[in-house]
């Protein structure tokens, strides 16, 4: 594998994990942190790709990426459920509505 | 049945059991009968694995550990994973008994109980993995069972936001432990933890990285300060059976799995110990000064959760940093204490709170005020709730006393300022936190009945069952702690790495 490409690839990965923490402090909706989650989620998997290619063990990488992409799937699953909850019971997906707790 | 039969049967045996209790409830439910089989099917589910976990004991030659295959995954035995298992399953099967009648009126009784042993079966997983992905998939298998526990009344505007905050709080912590992994398996070409620790003498700025990842990463499950947001809000709003399984061991498995991790780099092993002395400090002093002005019952159990944790991070940490497996094993015996004593404060509160609030149908939080005089009413839910807070509490002849005085000793035994500095915060936060349990339990006893408790219904026995039998276990190692010994001396070392030659 080219020097280059490597360096390209982790790039990627820093922007997606940099982009998806910037949507979680910014995002003022459940939907788009879930979506900010993923997006990090997205940039890992790529940096299991690359981890697998410079350790010489390219299919156990990949491997590794599926599983994520498996458990991540379930993960993405619970919170969308929970935000459908939110907004019936809230009326609302802004998470500065959740507030019933806070003293 | 040999050692590998048992291991092997203790990873299946919540897994079988997951699916058997949710349909026999739901079967149950859609016959438009009580459900009621789902317990005791766990529960037998459980003495089963308690009785495995004993041949594994008595036939297991200690401190090599037992390796077992499954599949093309290799898990390792050793002191740190029978602790953990020991401590799961013990509150496991007290929750499991208290758990039938409190649940009874529940629409989601039937998830109940499967989401439970899912939980207990990744926990006692997660002990055994010697693999930092599988470590990885263990972890997260338990943090999905308790994100839907912890949303368990869906209803209710409170349980939400609980949920809600957990889980996105616990999901970026699982994507950093990820990110981490990635990185050390980058430079160590290898994922099995003992193959990682060999590899390195030396820890290079990238794995520096990857180590402080782990750190947050699992922090965030071990509720270590600045990252302990989700942890009050989550214990006092779940029902109370998984309060106590919450607080008990599930932010015992994330320190239990950050260990394991931070171990794998250990060639910086008295960095992250004085690390973990840090945190300890300020989760002792933070939790206490928060608990104190509570005034929610379950919220302040909650917050003082992380100031027990303080105590486990401190002896762990000077174990780590000055080498002193006593002060070690003194942070697992507190491990193992701590789950008994803070569940059976929350099973106790569940039982108040079921006779006082839920079996009116309502769910508004039990405050300190709701509570006095209930020991006139309830002597048996009164009387076992006043040991477990004064256990917490550290008074001598109970098992708090006990775990903490071996870190004390284990603390000053390894004498540095730091370390002797640490002891001396630990030994007055012990004073500090008495300042919120005692009134608690003066309340019980010397205040009049509230209205509260005047309009109580009784507690079903089979709910104080599991209070007594906790309470038994409480003083019994308050007077004999060696009983203890063996597996707390044989974790430290396998946390040491010397349980591995």
Redesign the interface.
């Known amino acids: 594998m080219d020097y280059l490409d490597g360096v390209t690839i982790l790039l990627v990965v820093l922007g997606l994990v940099g982009i998806g923490i910037y949507t979680l402090m910014i995002s003022r909706s459940l939907i788009k942190i879930i979506i900010g989650m993923q997006l990090m989620v997205k940039g890992v998997l790529l940096a299991f790709v690359l981890a697998g290619r410079i350790s010489g063990n390219m299919g156990l990488g990949q491997s590794l990426a599926l599983t994520i992409i498996v458990v991540d799937t379930i993960v993405a699953v619970v919170a969308l459920a929970m935000a459908v909850r939110v907004r019936r019971r809230f009326g609302t997906l802004d998470p500065r509505a959740l507030t019933t707790l806070r003293r | 049945m040999d050692a590998n039969m048992a291991v092997i049967g203790l990873l299946a045996l919540p897994f079988i059991g997951a699916p058997l209790t949710y349909l026999a409830d739901r079967l149950a439910l859609r016959r438009g009968d009580q459900p009621r089989f789902g317990q005791w099917i766990a529960l037998a589910i459980l003495l089963l694995s308690l009785y495995c976990l004993s041949v594994f004991w008595f036939s297991s030659p200690l401190q090599q550990g037992t390796w077992v295959l499954v599949g093309s995954v290799a898990l390792h035995w050793d002191g740190l994973s029978v602790l953990l298992a020991l401590t799961t399953i013990l509150l496991g099967s007290a929750v499991t008994l208290f758990s039938g009648s409190y649940l009874a009126e529940e629409k989601a009784h039937d998830k109940y109980f499967s989401l439970l042993l899912l939980m207990i079966g990744s926990i006692i997983g997660l002990g055994a993995s010697n693999d930092l ?1 599988n470590l990885w ?1 263990w972890f ?2 338990m ?2 069972s308790t ?2 526990l912890v ?1 368990f009344y ?2 209710e ?2 349980s ?6 957990y ?2 709080q616990s ?2 912590g ?2 950093l432990i ?2 981490a992994i ?2 050390t ?2 430079y ?3 994922l099995q933890l003992d193959g990682i620790r060999a590899r390195f003498s030396d820890l290079n700025s990238a794995l520096w990285v990857a180590g402080v990842l782990f750190v947050i990463g699992f922090g965030i499950k071990a509720a270590l300060v600045p990252l302990h947001t989700w942890l009050p ?1 989550a214990h ?2 779940a029902p109370s059976g998984i309060s106590a399984m919450l607080s008990g061991v599930v932010i015992e498995a994330g320190l239990v799995a950050m260990l394991r991790a931070l171990m794998a780099l250990g060639a910086a092993e008295i960095h992250w110990g004085i690390l973990l002395m840090g945190f300890g400090a300020i989760n002792m002093l933070l939790g206490n000064l928060l608990a104190l002005r509570q005034h929610q019952i379950k919220r302040l159990l909650a917050f003082s959760s992380v100031a027990q944790v303080g105590y486990m991070l401190a002896g762990i940490g000077v174990g780590l940093a000055y080498q002193q497996p006593v002060a070690l094993a003194g942070g697992m015996f507190h491990l193992f204490t701590h789950a008994l004593m803070k569940g059976l404060a929350f099973l106790a509160v569940g039982a108040l709170l079921y006779a006082l609030v839920l079996s009116h149908r309502q769910h508004t939080p039990l405050t300190l005020e709701d509570v006095c005089g209930a020991a006139q009413r309830y002597p048996l839910a009164s009387l076992t709730l006043a040991i477990a807070l004064l256990g917490l509490g550290g008074l001598p002849p109970l098992a708090g006393f006990m775990s903490k005085w071996q870190i004390l000793v284990g603390g000053f035994s390894a004498q540095t300022d730091a370390s002797v500095a640490l002891m001396i915060l630990a030994g007055l936060n012990s004073v500090l936190s008495l300042g919120y349990y005692a009134p608690i339990v003066n309340r019980l006893y010397r205040h009049q009945p509230s209205e509260a408790v005047l309009r109580g219904n009784p507690v079903p026995n089979v709910m104080i069952l599991p209070l007594l039998i906790l309470s038994l276990g409480i003083l019994v190692l308050g007077f004999v702690p060696s009983l203890m010994n063996p597996i707390n001396d044989w974790a430290a070392l396998s946390v040491l790495g010397l349980g591995m030659h």
């Open positions: 992905f998939l997260e298998l943090a999905v994100y839907l949303a869906p209803q505007k409170g939400l936001e609980a949920g809600v905050k889980l996105v999901a970026v699982s994507v990820l990110l990635s990185i398996y980058t160590a070409g290898t809000d006092a709003q």
